[in-house]
């Protein structure tokens, strides 16, 4: 089959490799569609500590079954089925109690320590399967649409951990893929007003015009504090998710937050740069709660395709390029310039079969 392998930091070739092999437990997919993750561009551009080369990335899958292995149950040949990079063991404590995102005994994951989606042919590892991370596509959905699926499930966890609920006023700090999604998932989980904030003009604007946030905030600093502190009555936020790998969104996050409001940090820091200086007696007197989200749960990424399906969240909006294989370098170039919403790469087509 022809996959593209990343050999080492910014070398990737596309080869012919030979087609991986259906373990019991697990089955083997024909890849339809597979999108650009930031988190694919990172482990091209700078490495991860649970990425290793050569490598195969690309975890935001969704494809076609074609062989079943013996013991696998729930799928048939011809399922089409979206794969997710679940990396839980399935036995620790965590895994048991419906936390398998942070399992303290992690597998490979998809993608990253095990073979991903740009490729013709996946088979994922037996407990990504178990654990619910593979899951069958709303028939009403395309592939490029399910793909999408993987980030909003991620965007779910995060939501999930700080609580967005009916009524809330939710601050989005950072205008890429993963913040405007959340613009679409607060309102879809009730919130009464959503407001984004961002300094790319670009970014800002195709949020107004698509993704539909009650107001936009281009200010930085004190500015935007004195700015959504005017949007709330003067108590801040319900809820600030800050889906930008920024020191200073983070400081800031807590200035905005009203009182027993709720914190996320969606994205990380460089790892050898990851110190902030937050004003921590906000959380204490404030009673804030400040959390994290990392990666997603199986039922997430099920609840994800669902909400896709009912049209909650409009895939089809964060589509905005289209590769073969072969572009795979250009496609993460243009990832890289921050020219795409979300860039996806099919596997199987010629340039002239990409959709429009
Ligand atoms: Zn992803
Ligand atoms: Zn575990």
Redesign the pocket.
Known sequence: MKAAVVERIREAKVLEVPEPVTEAGSLKIRVEAC?I????LRIFTTGDPRATFPRIIG??IAGTVVEIGKETKGFGVGDRVCV??GHGCGDCKYCKNGMENICINPKPSVGYASSGGFAQFIVPPVNVVKNGFVNIIPENLSFEEASMS??LA?CINAQERAMVRDGDTVVIMGPGPAGLMHIQLAKARGAKKVILSGRTPGRLNLAKEKFKPDLVLPEQGKELVKRVLEETDGIGADVVIVAAPSHEAQELALHITAPRGRINFFGGLPKDNCISHIEANIIHYQECILTGAS?SLGRQNKEALELISKGKIKASYYITHRFILEEFNEAFAAVERKETVKAIIFPWKAKEELPS
């Open positions: 999108a993750c930031g988190s694919d975890h935001e997710a990079p993987e980030l991620c990666s």
